[in-house]
């Protein structure tokens, strides 16, 4: 079974409708990560959180609203999606261990129309 | 600030050697990493760096670190199909208590039989 999983693996949405994207992991990691992939631009972090109680904005954190449910769960929700949120989302966990790596999901494929 | 660039593609034939290239600007940097990305996945970890090293070697692949030029390269020896994908550059750096992770923007390998 995979460590980190994502649902929907895709969603085909309109313009100002609400979308939750969730991350379920089994690691027993802290911490937890949203990021967008765009053509061209790389991973940018949405928001990251690393315990259930520590939410933080990352760089582009504008459009959406991230909740940490369990250690286990962290979902992210654009409020009212709009065309340029449309990208591929990967969520991400880590442990406080000496390499910093992080184990990514499968990606979630959002098109907002 | 923090930016991590790379070369967006890359082609090489089956059997030779490929390298890519990576470039970061900060220099507090920890670790240095290369993630790969099949279609369709989400990122795996293939290697990483401590900032004190200048070469690591796991099989056919091969990291040079050159911290004076904040240079970063991933040689992969005798290239195969199975290595096309998208390879991502990261860097790491104490940021307000955390590591702070940063992606480049991603090279595609194109493998030709």
């Known amino acids: 079974d995979a460590d980190v999983t994502q649902t929907p693996r895709n969603r085909i949405t309109k313009t100002g409708k609400r979308i939750m994207l969730e991350c379920s992991q089994t690691?027993?990691?802290?911490?937890m990560y949203w990021y967008r992939q765009d053509p061209g631009l790389g991973l940018r972090l949405i928001y990251y959180?690393?315990?259930?109680?520590?939410?933080n904005k990352g760089e582009i954190s504008d459009g959406y609203s991230v909740s940490r449910q369990a250690q286990a769960k962290f979902s992210l929700s654009l409020e009212s999606a709009i065309p340029n949120q449309t990208a591929l989302y990967f969520c991400?966990?880590?442990?406080?261990?000496?390499?910093?790596?992080?184990?990514f999901g499968p990606g979630t494929r959002l098109t907002v129309l | 600030g923090e930016d991590v660039e790379q070369s967006l593609f890359l082609s090489v034939r089956e059997g030779d050697s490929s390298v890519i290239n990576c470039t970061y600007t900060?220099?507090?940097?920890?670790?240095l990493y290369w993630y790969k990305q099949e279609p369709g996945a989400g990122l795996q970890l293939l290697t990483y760096?401590?900032?004190?090293?200048d070469m690591k070697q796991d099989q056919r692949l091969t990291v040079l670190l050159n911290k004076k030029d904040k240079h970063l390269s991933l040689r992969i020896a005798d290239t195969q199909t199975g290595d096309s994908a998208i390879y991502f550059c990261?860097?790491?750096?104490?940021?307000?208590?955390?590591?702070?992770?940063?992606f480049g923007t991603g090279t595609k390998l194109q493998v030709i039989p």
């Open positions: 991400a966990t880590s442990d406080m261990g000496t390499s910093d790596e992080q184990f």
């Open positions: 690691k027993g990691h802290d911490r």
């Open positions: 959180s690393f315990d259930v109680k520590d939410i």
């Open positions: 900060d220099s507090s940097s920890t670790y």
């Open positions: 760096i401590f900032s004190n090293m």
């Open positions: 990261a860097e790491s750096r104490p940021s307000g208590g955390y590591q702070k992770v940063t």
